[in-house]
């Protein structure tokens, strides 16, 4: 059974940083494209950051271009979501997500809340 262990959210003040990790139980994610997601309360989950599976390209949304950054270790097994200048609306619970390339096959994580305070 693949379990997906999100942890690192938290509090923090506006302009501050956070790192969530995602960890992988029993297997690493070679050829999965990794990813998160956030869902703030009485929205619609929206996509936040992709690393590809080749670990080559990274893809992020226009909202937290240049302040996130996605990245992995080398076994594939836990994806990080590095988070600087946050703001008031960063705040969401943070969702971790893998997907094998070119097929239908993900798993997600159960979350971890990021609140920003202003």
């Known amino acids: 059974q693949v379990q997906l262990v999100e942890s690192g959210g938290g509090l923090v003040q506006a302009g501050g940083s956070l790192r969530l990790s995602c960890a992988a139980s029993?297997?690493?994610?070679?050829?999965?494209?990794m990813s998160w997601f956030r869902q703030a309360p009485g929205k619609e989950r929206e996509f936040v950051a992709r690393?590809?599976?080749?670990?080559?390209?990274?893809y992020y949304a226009d909202s937290v271009k240049g302040r996130f950054t996605i990245s992995r270790d080398n076994a594939a097994t836990t994806v990080y979501l590095q988070m600087n200048s946050l703001k008031p609306e960063d705040t969401a619970v943070y969702y971790c997500?893998?997907?094998?390339?070119?097929?239908?096959?993900?798993?997600w994580g159960r979350g971890t809340q990021v609140t920003v305070s202003s």
């Open positions: 997500n893998v997907a094998l390339y070119g097929t239908t096959l993900e798993y």
């Open positions: 029993g297997r690493a994610f070679s050829g999965y494209d």
């Open positions: 690393l590809r599976w080749s670990g080559s390209s990274t």
